[in-house]
């Protein structure tokens, strides 16, 4: 397990990596070979695609970024905007990830019809997923997403400060009220992205040692970025 040193620059790096694993997918992919998984496995994704799309909060940011364009003016050099402009680029950051688009479809079928099973019904292809740059992107995001809480918690207690001070209230708890369900919906991407590591974690362990990408090495070291141990 990384210490807390070793942890918080691990955190830097892994986002800096699957950042620019975003920007150009060249030596993610095609340096990766794809896992074979059965049709059963391949659809233990599917909820996980609606946790990425995170409609929810992105409605949130798009409300909390143009209320803080309208007052930027007014607020530019006070310390909750200053708070508030972190929580922007962080989540610009994040939108560069493009973690809505993480998942693989699923592969059409080569032939029109598939034969029947023992059990009498149709047997479905195996699916091929590239486990490692899913893996790479997931650190990135994940560790984004550690720094979007913190800096929400930070811009939230400048604001309850101002609102504390019965200045711009009404903005101030707008802002405070925004912030909270920004946090809350933060909070539970987390926890979603943990259980979609450990299930693509353990497709990557049917990968020879041979096969495994340049980068591999990072990935493995991002276990000490999440709460439980990965056998």
């Not at 340096?31 to 929810?56: G, N």
């Not at 607020?75 to 200053?82: A, E, K, N, T």
């Not at 920004?182 to 979609?196: A, I, Q, R, T």
Request: hydrophobic content about 45%; charged content about 25%; overall charge positive.
């Amino acid at each position: 397990m990384l210490d807390l040193g070793q942890r918080t620059t691990f955190v830097g790096a892994a986002a800096t990596r699957a950042e620019a694993a975003a920007a150009s997918d060249t030596g993610t992919s095609h340096d990766s070979v794809p896992v074979q998984v059965s049709a059963t496995q391949f659809d233990l994704l599917q909820p996980y695609r609606q946790v990425l799309a995170a409609k929810r909060f992105w409605r949130e940011f798009f409300l909390f970024d143009r209320l803080q364009h309208k007052n930027a003016l007014q607020h530019r050099s006070s310390v909750h905007r200053r708070k508030a402009v972190q929580v922007q680029r962080i989540v610009r950051r994040l939108k560069e990830l493009e973690l809505e688009t993480l998942l693989p479809e699923r592969a059409k079928a080569t032939t029109k019809a598939s034969a029947p099973s023992k059990s009498g019904t149709l047997s479905r292809e195996k699916q091929s997923v590239h486990v490692f740059p899913i893996l790479l992107r997931l650190v990135g995001g994940y560790a984004l997403l550690r720094k979007l809480i913190d800096s929400i918690e930070e811009a939230y207690l400048a604001y309850h400060m101002v609102a504390s001070q019965t200045y711009f209230m009404s903005t101030s708890l707008t802002f405070c009220a925004i912030l909270a369900r920004m946090h809350f919906l933060v909070k539970h991407e987390l926890k979603e992205l943990e259980g979609l590591y450990d299930l693509v974690w353990s497709w990557a362990q049917t990968v020879d040692e041979i096969h495994l990408p340049t980068y591999a090495a990072h990935i493995e070291a991002a276990v000490g970025l999440f709460p439980r141990r990965h056998g």
